[in-house]
C-alpha cells in the first residue's frame, strides 16, 4: 500500500495527460486545466513545508550556537521582515516589500549574475587549452565567435562577423539539433519509466 | 613562471581593471547597422502617431543591466514617434522595473500617464495571458498596476484586442519571445518585434527567418545600433567600448596561458 | 492482489473529481467537438511508436540478457569520485540546477543517479549535502536518500538537515549553494540537472576549493561552460543514460536501448527527407510538423 | 547620494568580495539575500494560488473540489513527521505522474520532429549538406550500444567535432551577455555610487 498506491496514481496521471495532448476535447482540456491548477496548489503548500526547514535549521543553528550562527539571524528576518510587510502592507508600487525587493534583493542578484564574467574569464583561462584536436576546434571556434560579436572584429575584417555567422547557422546548430534529439529521446523514455512505475526510487520503491 | 597556472584572482584584478578603465574614457567605437536591428526599428518607424504600442518587459531582476540600453531606445523611439505605450510584464521581478523605466524616459518627452502612456502591471501564467488579451485586453487587465480600473482612461478605451494593435515588442531575457511567436502571432496574426539577450538570439533564429518575429534588437550591440539609427550616442555606444576591450583581453589571456603551458611543458 | 480495490477506487475519485467539475459544460460544444485532434497526428503517430519500441527493447533485453553499452567517461568516475570523499573525510555535494521542477523528466534523471550516490555514500559512511531550489525536488530527494540509506542497510547514516531548500531566487540559490561549497569543502561536486546562468558560478567556485567536479545538463547552453570549466561532463542524453549504467538494471538497460533503436529510426527518416529535399520534394517535412 | 543608492552599493561590494575569498560580508549579504528572497517569493506565490486559485473559489464560488489539492498539499506536511512522512508520496506521484504525462508528446514535438523537419535541407547546398552530416554524426556519437570503433569510430569522432564547434560558439555567443552585466554593475559602482563617470 505504502508504494503501490502511490505508483497507480502516478500510472494514472501520467496516461491522462499523455492522452489529453491529443485531443482538444473541451471536458478534457478542462481537466487538465484542472490538474495543472492542482499542481500549483500541490507546489505553493510544499514551498511553505521548505520555508518550515529553513526556519528549523536556521533556528536550531541559533539556539545551539553552532559556528556561523549569527549569519542565520539574518536568514530568519528577511524572511519574516519579508513576509511580514507583504502581507501586512501589500506589494503594490511603493510598498515597503517592493522598496526592500528593489534595493535589496535586486541589486545583490544582479551582482551574483555579474560574478559570471569573472568566472567566464578564469573558465577560459584555465579550460581554453590546445591539448588535441577537438580541444583546438572548441578554442578557435571560441575566439572566433568572441571576436565577431564586437565592433572589434568588423574592424580587423568583414571576414571575422561573417564567419562567426556561418558557424552558428550551420555547424553549430547542426550539432545543437543532434543533441536536442538526443536530450528528446532521453526524456521520453525517462517519462516512460516513471509513468510504468520501473523508476521509483522516489516514491519508496527500489528502482 | 608558468603562466598558465596563474591564481584566479589575478585574473579577476584583471578582468575588472579592463572593465573600469575603458569606462573612464569617452570612446564610441564605430557602428555597424545590422540588419536585424533596422528591421525592428522599421517596425516601430513605419506606425503613426497616435497608433498604439505595447511593450512586455519580459525580463528578471538580475539582468536588467543587460536589457536597460534595450528598453530606453524601444522607449524613447516609441516615445518620440507620439505613439501610446501600453506597458506590462509576464514575470513578476520585471514589473516595477518596467513601470519605473516607463516614468523615467515619460519625463523626459513631457509624456502624460494615462493619456500617452499606461502600465497595465503583471499577470501569472504567461499563456493564458497572452491568449486573453487576443479576446479581450480589459479581461485580462481590468485594472491597470496603480489599480485604477482601466476604462478610465478614455484615450486607450480604442484598444480592445490584438487587433487594433499594429504592434507588440517583447523586451526578454529569456524564451517568452517565443510564446508570443507561438500565441499572439499564429493565433492571433500580432506582429510581434523582439528586443532581447544576446545569448537568446540563436534561440529564436527560426521565428524570426520564418516571419513569425520582427528584429531582433539583441544585446548592447542590438541596443548601439539602435541609438545610432535614433541619431544619438548614448549608454550603449560606451559599454560597447568597454566590451570589445573585455572580449579581447580575454582572448589575450587564453593565448598566453597557451604560450606559457607549451613552452613550461617543453622545459 | 490485496488492497487493489481499494487503490483503484481512490484513483478513481481523484482522477474523475475535475471531470465532474466541469459536467456542465455546454452539451453543444461537446457534441461538436472530435475526441481527436488530426493536427497532433504526427505526434501520436509517434509517441505510438516509441512506446512500442520501448517494449520491444524491454522484450530482447530480457530474452537475449543482452546488456553491453558502451563506457562514458564522466559516469566511470562516479565511483572514483565518491571514493575520494571517503578517503578525504569530506562529503559529496550534489545539486540539480536552478532551471528544472519535478515534472521535468531531467530532474527525474538527476534523482535516479543521486539514489545511486546515496546508496553508495551510505556504504561508505561519507555525507551527502543536497542544497535546491525547489521545495518539490527537496521533498523527493529526501525521499529518494532516506530510501537508499535503507536499502544500503543504514538508515542510521540518513540525515535529512543535510537536504535542504534554499531560496526559488535564481542568484540567491547560487549565492546559497556557493557559500555552502566554499564553507563545507567537499571533496566533489555534482551538478546533475537542468542549469541556467548559475552554472558557471558553481562550477567555478567549486573548482577553486580543488574540488572533483561531475556535472550533467541538458541545457544546451550551460553545457559549453561545464565542458570547459569541470573534471566530467555528462553531455545530454548522457545524463539521461546514467542510471542505467550505474545501476545496471535490465529494465532501464532496456530503454537506453530504445533510445538507441529510435536513432537508427530517426537517422534513416533524416537520410531520407534529405534526399527528397533535394529533389524539392518536402512533403516529408511538412507533413512531421 | 540617496540611502537606497548606499545600501545598494555596499551589498554589491559585499557580493563581489566573494572573488577575493569567502569572507564575512559575503557572508552576511548571502544569507540575507535568501531570507529576503525566501520572503518575497512566498508572499507573491501564497497570494497568486492560495488566495486566488483555494480560498476565493472555496468563499465565493462555492467549489468544493478545491478540496482535493488542497488536502493533497496539506498532506505534504507530514514531510515534517518522522513516521507519517510516506503519505507524501501521493501528491509527489500526481506532480511526477502528470509531469511525465505532459512531456512525451512535448519533448517528442519540440525536441525531436521539429528539429529533424528542420534539418531536412535540399543536399546540393552546402549548409544543406553540413547540417545534416552535423545532425547525424552528433547523433551517433549518442549512441550507446556499440564501442566507438572502426568506420562507426569515425563517424562518432566527426560528430565530436560538431559538438565542440557548437560548444566553442556558445561559450563565445554567451560571453558577451555575461560580460554587458559586470559593465552594468560598474557603471551603478562608478556612477550611482562614486560618481566617477557620466
Request: hydrophobic share 45%.
Given at each position: 500500500m505504502k508504494t503501490r498506491l502511490p505508483?497507480?496514481?502516478?500510472?494514472?496521471?501520467g496516461i491522462f495527460t499523455l492522452l489529453q495532448y491529443f485531443s482538444k476535447h473541451p471536458?478534457?482540456?478542462?481537466?487538465?486545466?484542472?490538474?495543472?491548477?492542482?499542481m500549483q496548489i500541490i507546489f505553493v503548500f510544499t514551498l511553505l513545508v521548505g520555508v518550515i526547514t529553513i526556519f528549523k535549521?536556521?533556528?536550531?543553528?541559533?539556539?545551539?550556537?553552532?559556528?556561523?550562527?549569527?549569519?542565520?539571524i539574518l536568514t530568519v528576518?528577511?524572511?519574516?521582515?519579508?513576509?511580514?510587510?507583504g502581507f501586512?502592507?501589500?506589494t503594490d508600487y511603493g510598498s515597503p516589500f517592493l522598496w526592500i525587493f528593489q534595493n535589496i534583493q535586486v541589486p545583490m542578484q544582479s551582482t551574483m549574475f555579474a560574478l559570471l564574467a569573472f568566472f567566464v574569464a578564469s573558465a577560459a583561462y584555465r579550460g581554453f587549452r590546445f591539448r588535441n584536436k577537438e580541444a583546438a576546434v572548441l578554442l578557435i571556434t571560441a575566439i572566433i565567435v568572441m571576436l565577431g560579436r564586437v565592433p572589434l572584429g568588423h574592424q580587423i575584417s568583414d571576414l571575422i562577423p561573417q564567419t562567426a555567422e556561418w558557424i552558428i547557422d550551420n555547424p553549430s546548430t547542426a550539432a545543437k539539433r543532434g543533441i536536442l534529439i538526443g536530450i528528446g529521446l532521453g526524456s521520453i523514455t525517462t517519462a516512460l519509466r516513471v509513468i510504468l512505475g520501473i523508476e521509483r526510487s522516489y516514491l519508496g520503491g527500489r528502482s | 613562471m608558468d603562466l598558465s597556472r596563474l591564481d584566479r584572482r589575478i585574473i579577476f584584478l584583471i578582468i575588472a581593471v579592463v572593465v573600469i578603465v575603458p569606462m573612464l574614457f569617452d570612446i564610441t567605437p564605430e557602428v555597424q547597422i545590422t540588419k536585424d536591428t533596422q528591421q525592428i526599428f522599421d517596425a516601430i518607424d513605419s506606425l503613426n502617431a497616435g497608433d498604439y504600442i505595447m511593450v512586455s518587459f519580459d525580463f528578471e531582476a538580475a539582468s536588467f543591466p543587460e536589457m536597460r540600453p534595450l528598453a530606453s531606445v524601444i522607449l524613447n523611439h516609441a516615445f518620440e514617434k507620439d505613439l501610446k505605450i501600453v506597458g506590462l510584464a509576464l514575470f513578476s521581478e520585471g514589473t516595477a522595473i518596467g513601470y519605473t523605466l516607463l516614468e523615467q524616459i515619460a519625463r523626459n518627452y513631457n509624456k502624460t500617464y494615462g493619456l500617452d502612456y499606461v502600465y497595465l502591471g503583471f499577470r501569472p501564467q504567461y499563456v493564458s495571458a497572452i491568449l486573453g488579451m487576443g479576446e479581450s485586453v480589459i479581461k485580462v487587465f481590468p485594472e491597470d498596476y496603480l489599480k485604477q480600473p482601466l476604462e478610465i482612461y478614455t484615450d486607450f478605451l480604442g484598444l480592445d484586442n490584438y487587433e487594433d494593435l499594429p504592434l507588440l515588442v517583447s523586451i526578454a531575457d529569456g524564451s517568452l519571445p517565443i510564446h508570443w511567436a507561438d500565441y499572439a502571432n499564429a493565433r492571433y496574426g500580432q506582429e510581434v518585434a523582439v528586443a532581447c539577450a544576446a545569448v537568446m538570439v540563436t534561440a529564436f533564429k527560426p521565428y524570426f527567418e520564418s516571419g513569425q518575429l520582427i528584429g531582433p534588437a539583441a544585446g548592447v550591440k542590438g541596443a548601439a545600433e539602435y541609438e545610432k539609427l535614433l541619431g544619438y550616442e548614448g549608454a550603449a555606444h560606451r559599454r560597447l567600448f568597454t566590451q570589445s576591450v573585455v572580449h579581447l583581453a580575454i582572448i589575450l589571456l587564453v593565448i598566453a596561458a597557451n604560450i606559457s603551458a607549451y613552452v613550461w611543458r617543453k622545459k | 492482489m490485496k488492497g487493489f480495490g481499494i487503490i483503484s477506487i481512490i484513483c478513481l475519485i481523484v482522477l474523475f473529481a475535475p471531470l465532474l467539475a466541469y459536467s456542465q459544460i455546454e452539451d453543444a460544444v461537446l457534441s461538436d467537438t472530435p475526441l481527436f485532434d488530426t493536427s497532433r497526428l504526427p505526434v501520436f503517430v509517434a509517441s505510438l511508436l516509441a512506446i512500442v519500441i520501448f517494449f520491444i527493447a524491454t522484450y530482447l533485453v530480457k530474452a537475449r540478457a543482452e546488456t553491453k553499452i558502451r563506457k562514458v567517461a564522466g559516469l566511470n568516475a562516479v565511483d572514483e569520485a565518491i571514493g575520494r570523499a571517503t578517503e578525504m573525510g569530506r562529503p559529496v555535494l550534489f545539486t540539480p540546477g536552478w532551471g528544472g521542477d519535478i515534472q521535468r523528466p531531467t530532474t527525474i534523471a538527476a534523482l535516479n543517479i543521486l539514489n545511486l550516490v546515496a546508496e553508495k555514500t551510505a556504504a561508505y559512511n561519507c555525507d551527502l549535502i543536497f542544497p535546491t531550489h525547489d521545495p518539490v525536488i527537496m521533498s523527493a530527494a529526501e525521499e529518494t536518500i532516506q530510501n537508499a540509506y535503507i536499502n544500503a542497510g543504514h538508515p542510521d547514516l540518513f540525515k535529512p538537515d543535510n537536504i535542504y531548500y534554499t531560496t526559488s531566487s535564481q542568484f540567491g540559490y547560487a549565492a546559497a549553494v556557493d557559500g555552502a561549497i566554499t564553507r563545507i569543502k567537499p571533496a566533489t561536486v555534482m551538478l546533475l540537472g537542468t542549469f541556467e546562468g548559475e552554472a558557471l558560478i558553481l562550477a567555478e567556485t567549486a573548482n577553486s576549493i580543488g574540488a572533483m567536479q561531475i556535472a550533467g545538463t541538458d541545457s544546451t547552453i550551460q553545457l559549453a561552460f561545464f565542458l570547459v570549466a569541470c573534471d566530467y561532463t555528462l553531455i545530454g542524453e548522457e545524463l539521461f543514460a546514467a542510471s542505467g549504467y550505474l545501476s545496471g538494471d535490465e529494465k532501464i538497460v532496456a530503454s537506453i536501448k530504445a533510445q538507441d533503436y529510435m536513432k537508427i529510426i530517426i537517422i534513416a527518416i533524416l537520410l531520407a527527407g534529405g534526399i527528397l529535399a533535394t529533389f524539392n520534394l518536402d512533403f516529408l517535412s511538412e507533413w512531421i510538423l | 547620494m540617496s540611502i537606497e543608492t548606499l545600501i545598494a552599493a555596499v551589498?554589491?561590494?559585499?557580493?563581489?568580495?566573494?572573488?577575493?575569498?569567502?569572507?564575512p560580508f559575503y557572508r552576511a549579504a548571502e544569507h540575507l539575500l535568501v531570507g529576503v528572497?525566501?520572503?518575497?517569493y512566498l508572499v507573491i506565490l501564497v497570494e497568486e494560488t492560495i488566495w486566488s486559485k483555494v480560498a476565493r473559489p472555496l468563499a465565493y464560488d462555492q467549489n468544493w473540489i478545491v478540496i482535493i489539492p488542497a488536502v493533497l498539499g496539506l498532506m505534504m506536511f507530514l514531510r515534517l513527521s518522522r513516521n507519517r512522512a510516506y503519505l507524501t508520496r501521493i501528491p509527489l506521484a500526481l506532480l511526477i505522474g502528470a509531469g511525465a504525462g505532459v512531456s512525451i508528446p512535448a519533448m517528442l514535438w519540440a525536441r525531436v520532429l521539429k528539429q529533424m523537419s528542420a534539418s531536412m535541407l535540399p543536399l546540393y547546398t552546402v549548409s544543406g549538406m553540413i547540417v545534416l552530416v552535423g545532425v547525424i554524426t552528433t547523433i551517433i556519437y549518442f549512441y550507446?550500444?556499440?564501442?566507438?570503433?572502426?568506420?562507426?569510430?569515425?563517424?562518432?569522432k566527426t560528430g565530436t567535432y560538431f559538438l565542440m564547434v557548437f560548444f566553442g560558439a556558445t561559450f563565445g555567443y554567451t560571453v558577451m551577455s555575461r560580460v554587458t552585466l559586470l559593465i552594468g554593475r560598474m557603471e551603478f559602482l562608478l556612477t550611482d555610487f562614486l560618481g566617477v563617470v557620466g
Open positions: 505508483i497507480a496514481i502516478c500510472f494514472i496521471f471536458t478534457l482540456t478542462a481537466m487538465y486545466a484542472e490538474i495543472l491548477d492542482w535549521i536556521h533556528s536550531g543553528k541559533i539556539s545551539r550556537k553552532e559556528s556561523n550562527w549569527p549569519y542565520s528576518l528577511g524572511i519574516v521582515v519579508m513576509a511580514g510587510l501586512g502592507y501589500g | - | - | 551589498l554589491t561590494l559585499a557580493i563581489f568580495s566573494f572573488l577575493y575569498k569567502e569572507n528572497s525566501v520572503g518575497y550507446f550500444s556499440r564501442e566507438q570503433e572502426g568506420w562507426f569510430g569515425y563517424l562518432a
